[in-house]
């Protein structure tokens, strides 16, 4: 509610944050203005998802443009709720993805693999495929970032050991490095999401 909201607003506002770490918030689309009012400017707002086009008849979706009103300069796209809840296939995520970029906003682009296709070796496969749909759009990889979330660790309270999140973020490295450009590999931005706690960040950061 609003109250909770702001409270973490006040919070957030109280921290020093290290000038080398970019902080990003992505509140529920009702509150998104109510925390760009009270938010410490160093601080981003990202919007929880949007859709590829910004008029028309889509009842209940969120376009670029609308984020960009509300103070948003980022966007999550492809988080693994979406994918394996509302059942978003890849190439209309990347029509999400090439829409956000267009509107000038940036994009958090989630990837990650199920338990199961994990228990069979597929998670390169898997983060290869959602990688590939970006390819049919001429984007801007530079206002990408890439979130390595796997799916068997999002609320679950299970967590990709740091060799498990470090081995998949080299390979999408590699992925960008071969199929986008070696400097795009080199100089792209990718984390982790999953299960995340004050237990367990400091060795996912390391």
Known sequence: DSNTVDGIVNYMNKETLPENVDVIVAPPFPYLKQVRGRLFPNIAMAGQNCYTVDSGAFTGEV??????DTGCT????????????????????????????????????????????????????????????????????TNI???????????????????????AHVWIR?????????????CISIMYGGSVTAD???????
Not at 63 to 68: D, Q, V
Not at 87 to 98: G, H, K, L, M, S
Not at 174 to 186: A, F, L, R, S, Y
Request: aromatic letters at 6%; glycine letters at 6%.
């Open 145 to 167: 970032v890439i979130a390595y979330e796997p799916v068997w660790a999002i609320g679950t309270g299970k967590t990709a050991t740091p060799e498990q999140a470090q081995e």
């Open 63 to 68: 376009s670029p443009a609308m984020l960009n």
């Open 200 to 206: 367990n960040c400091r060795a996912l950061a390391q």
């Open 74 to 141: 980022w966007v999550i796209l492809g988080h693994s709720e979406r994918r394996h809840v509302l059942n978003e296939p890849d190439a209309f995520i990347a029509d999400n993805v090439n829409a956000a970029l267009t509107a000038g906003l940036s994009v958090i682009y989630c990837v990650g693999e199920t338990l199961q296709e994990r228990e069979v070796n597929n998670t390169k496969e898997v983060c290869s495929r959602q990688m590939a749909a970006l390819m049919k759009h001429k984007i801007d990889w």
């Open 174 to 186: 590699d992925w960008v490095k071969q199929n986008v450009c070696h400097n795009t590999g080199n």
